[in-house]
């Protein structure tokens, strides 16, 4: 199988040189990322509100084992159904056995990162179902046949006349473009149709409660709620960490998520779920299903350095606050989860050896640990993983780096630990690239060095050193 980074370099390539998408994905900047800011700054307590949404995560993960099989005892209790999936494959056939079970024809799914990570949607279409999305960017990407672009929002790089092509299948070049309210109302016109046939409903969890054994889930569309009370069964996925011990916890967390996803105080939308229908309801699903995913996540509780990740809301803050996101844009980090988190849980969910660009695609400004709401520490986790790629890991499938890559950076480290040795490799080394040279700058340089010069000359290395020269000029000063 490709490594899901192999078309990194190009995908971003691509985007970079893309005006239509650059103007979109602006508005992660003008948008999200401004609303933030201004959502924290009307909060006078936001930093306390960080500090005990970092703990309160800290302390779940450390007893996941515990808040997991309580919140599971208590939607057992409320009359749900749990499954623990091993792995993605696991979670998919669940929840297909299910839907033949129930005879079910039409799945509506409300917007769920980790149904994406199962590629759930697909796998149901091939199995005969009809299988919809009910959020409008997810709708958008689905019809477009694409990969969600951004954590919150799927369809950040489409403009107004892509969505209106998707949607419209009168649509021509030239055609007025109508505007958003417009737009919608196309969408919810088809969707409608949707709403009132499906007969099964899939849904993400933003945090699950294990004290009362609810979900929550926080929408601006109203969607979430149509799926969760329409169709007669509602599966619900969540990955293992979604998770809060306590109803004030959640109360801590939606307040962070919120304003740090869309700037908003509170969403349109937040919908609680405890249980199916009861017998003397009109309302509501007759059954409800939780389906609790690993797939992978094992892998980070275990690891020390990067067990942090897991605290991850996938509010998108990062993603907004990222230099690197903002101009490369979602696609060409490959998977599901794009931007700093993405470089992140990407490599340790699928692998570091079919991952290993991404950690690298940060300047490690630490702009994402400023944004996180629960201080996730991206850069650290970032550093590690380069670490692990480059020849920190025993595991030989971790390392990607050649040996000739190796053998070089032992050699500049060795070079850079003594004054003699750093003043003689700089001399030889500028010796060597001089007659690559021109009027002192290098346009193409040698190999392993060459993508330095690939999109910028380097200047030539000095003959001398700084400190050679300033002797120099203050003996000649004095
Ligand atoms: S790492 Fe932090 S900022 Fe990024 S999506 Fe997760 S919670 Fe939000």
Redesign the pocket.
């Known amino acids: 199988m490709k490594p899901i980074t192999a078309n990194f370099r190009s995908k971003a390539a691509q985007t970079l040189n893309n005006a239509q998408i650059q103007q979109s994905i602006e508005h992660v900047y003008t948008g999200f990322f401004k609303g933030r800011l201004n959502a924290a700054g009307d909060t006078p307590e936001w930093e306390e509100l960080r500090t005990k949404g970092k703990a309160i995560k800290d302390h779940t993960i450390a007893h996941l084992d515990y808040y997991l099989n309580m919140l599971a005892d208590n939607v057992e209790k409320n009359g749900g159904i749990v499954f623990f999936a091993d792995d993605a494959e696991e979670a998919r056939q669940h929840i297909i056995d299910l839907a033949h079970k129930r005879e079910i024809k039409t799945v509506i799914k409300s917007k769920s990162m980790v149904s994406e990570e199962m590629g759930l949607e697909k796998a149901m279409n091939a199995e005969g179902f009809e299988t919809v999305e009910t959020d409008l960017g997810e709708y958008i990407i689905q019809l477009a046949n694409e990969t969600p672009y951004h954590?919150i929002a799927p369809a950040v790089h489409k403009s107004r006349t892509d969505v209106a092509k998707l949607l419209d299948d009168d649509f021509k070049e030239g055609d007025p473009v109508p505007d958003a309210t417009e737009l919608t109302m196309m969408a919810r016109k088809k969707l409608r149709g949707v709403f009132e046939r499906a007969d099964m409903s899939v849904t993400g969890v933003n945090f699950a409660v294990a004290e009362s054994g609810s979900i929550a889930l926080v929408t601006n569309e109203g969607n979430g709620r149509m799926s969760t009370t329409v169709p007669r069964v509602h599966v619900a996925v969540m990955g293992m960490e979604k998770i809060v011990p306590s109803i004030q916890d959640l109360s801590t967390m939606l307040r962070i998520?919120i304003r740090?996803?869309t700037g908003q105080r509170i969403s349109t939308y937040v919908t609680m779920v405890n249980e199916a229908r009861k017998t003397d309801e009109e309302e509501g699903p007759e059954e409800f299903h939780l389906v609790i995913m690993n797939n992978g996540r094992q892998n980070l509780l275990e690891d020390p350095q990067m067990r942090e990740?897991l605290?991850?809301?996938?509010?998108?803050?990062?993603?907004n606050?990222c230099p690197v996101y903002r101009k490369v844009g979602g696609h060409a980090y490959g998977w599901v989860y794009p931007?700093?988190?993405g470089s992140?849980v990407s490599p340790v969910l699928t692998g570091l050896k079919d991952a290993s660009n991404l950690p690298s695609a940060s300047s490690l400004c630490g702009a994402?640990h400023d944004?996180?709401?629960?201080?996730?520490n991206?850069p650290r986790m970032l550093l590690e993983l380069r670490w692990r790629t480059a020849e920190g890991s025993t595991d030989k499938n971790e390392q990607t780096s050649s040996a000739k890559e190796r053998t070089v950076w032992k050699m500049w480290r060795l070079g850079m630990m003594g004054r003699k040795r750093f003043d003689i490799g700089a001399r030889l080394a500028g010796l060597a690239l001089r007659p690559l040279s021109r009027n002192g700058w290098l346009k193409k340089a040698p190999p392993p060095i060459s993508g330095w010069t690939s999109t910028r000359d380097f200047p030539l290395i000095s003959s001398g050193s700084l400190k050679s020269k300033l002797s120099k000029r203050i003996g000649r000063s004095k």
Not at 311 to 319: D, F, T, V
Request: positive net charge.
């Open positions: 954590l998520l740090s996803a990740s605290n991850c809301i996938r509010c998108g803050a990062c993603l606050a931007g700093p988190i992140i994402c944004a996180c709401p629960v201080k996730i991206i």
